[in-house]
């Protein structure tokens, strides 16, 4: 047995890129805030002209309404099971006339969604989350890597997985011996394909 509550929040970080899109039009986008990633839901009226508003990196401050579901049955019944966030107000972070955006950090920036689901968290997906984290501070590099729980997948009988974002690519069966490697790969720049080649 479930039960739900609801709530205002406000968030206040980087834009790192539009979620899910319906004709060219996003329906959500990705806020890196203090080394996490959240997946904001936009509201309907917000949508339409979003997208030439915000830019990698362009500081936002988000305003929107959170709803909680948690499990009565769970031991850890303090801690929501699923969480859905709605943007309802977008500002972004202005300075003098221009919208303030940080310089690029070094390498690229990359979303690892992480399969907190009972099956997943079993068979390692907790030990993959910790290693995720101790790779963010042995390498400095929580500003190129955000991390963010996610309720599944749908390859519940290959856990552990994981989701790296913007590539939406899903990573199953996953050992942590492999994160390094993983994580050098997906934040190592890649060449520009423009450049000339002497």
């Given amino acids: 047995m479930s039960y739900e509550t609801k709530q205002r929040f406000q968030l206040e970080g980087d834009f790192v890129a539009f979620g899910k899109m319906k ?3 996003p329906k959500s986008l990705l806020l890196r805030c203090d080394g996490m990633a959240y997946e904001l839901k936009i509201a309907k009226g917000l949508r339409s002209g979003i997208r030439g508003l915000l830019q990698p990196g362009s500081r936002v401050r ?8 948690y499990d009565r049955s769970s031991k850890k ?3 929501p099971s699923k969480v ?3 943007a309802v107000a977008i500002t972004p972070l202005k300075q003098g006339s221009e919208i303030e955006t940080r310089q690029p950090e070094a390498g690229r920036q ?3 969604q992480v399969c907190t689901k009972a099956n997943c968290w079993k068979r390692g997906g907790k030990q ?4 995720l984290k101790e790779i963010q501070a042995e390498q400095g590099s929580s500003e190129n890597i955000s991390l963010q729980p996610v309720h599944c997948l749908d390859r519940c009988k290959k856990g ?6 913007p590539e939406r690519h899903i990573h199953c069966q996953m050992d ?3 994160l390094p490697d993983l994580v050098k790969q997906k934040t190592t720049p890649k060449p520009d394909s423009h450049a000339e080649v002497p």
Avoid at 62 to 69: D, F, S, T
Avoid at 128 to 131: A, L
Avoid at 160 to 165: F, N
Wanted: hydrophobic share 25%; with cysteine; aromatic share 4%.
């Fill in 84 to 86: 859905k966030r709605k």
């Fill in 128 to 131: 993959i989350w910790d290693r």
């Fill in 62 to 69: 988000i305003h929107g309404r959170e709803k909680c579901q």
């Fill in 160 to 165: 552990p997985c994981l989701r790296c974002l």
């Fill in 176 to 178: 942590t011996k492999h």
């Fill in 77 to 79: 019944e303090s801690q």
């Fill in 110 to 112: 990359v979303v690892v």
């Fill in 23 to 25: 004709k060219g039009t």
